[in-house]
């Protein structure tokens, strides 16, 4: 019995090495032109003209599956509760590992019932949103203009992207041709 468990996690090993190998050797011979480049730094750019993106939000977040126990939280941060530690005890997101901090985003990136909300928010303030979700309890903590890295700066975080895009195609496209038989 043992014996096949062990025989069985070293196949697998040895399936995901062969995986590994594949991928990097995949993405290491994909060629990335600058004009592919540039052309997803323009495409870039022109999302972040579009008004929903002209700001960004430094948000944090806890999510519950009902409200009641959205307001009980609520009503514990507006008290002065601390943020951080709530939300690693009692988020349902992933995002409780970081104190519900969830970094900086624009409103195209948020559900329509938290960007709405957010907008009207100050600096400081949460507020308990109802989403598909359950209640987020949302905490604005700053917000800036849109700022875009030069194409410089950005060029090799699109790369990577790009890759990421090519690679993940590829998949899809090995997967659509395959017969999986079970």
Do not use: C
């Amino acid at each position: 019995d043992k014996r096949a468990e062990v025989i069985l996690d070293i196949e697998q090993a040895r399936s995901q090495s062969i995986l590994n190998a594949f991928v990097q050797n995949y993405v290491a011979n994909l060629k990335i032109g600058d004009a592919e480049v540039k052309a997803d730094y323009d495409r870039q750019v022109a999302l972040l003209k579009q008004p929903d993106n002209s700001t960004q939000y430094h948000l944090r977040q806890i999510v519950v599956k009902d409200k009641a126990r959205g307001d009980e939280l609520l009503a514990q941060v507006q008290k002065g509760g601390d943020f951080a530690k709530l939300a690693a005890e009692n988020s349902l997101d992933q995002s409780r590992i970081n104190g519900g901090d969830i970094d900086w985003l624009m409103t195209s990136q948020l559900s329509p019932e938290i960007a709405t909300v957010i907008k009207a928010m100050t600096v400081g303030q949460a507020r308990l949103v109802q989403g598909v979700n359950g209640s987020h309890i949302v905490s604005l903590v700053e917000k800036r203009a849109t700022q875009m890295a030069s194409l410089a700066d950005a060029t090799a975080g699109i790369r990577q992207s790009l890759a990421q895009q090519k690679l993940n195609e590829y998949v899809l496209s090995v997967r659509k041709a395959s017969k999986i038989v079970q």
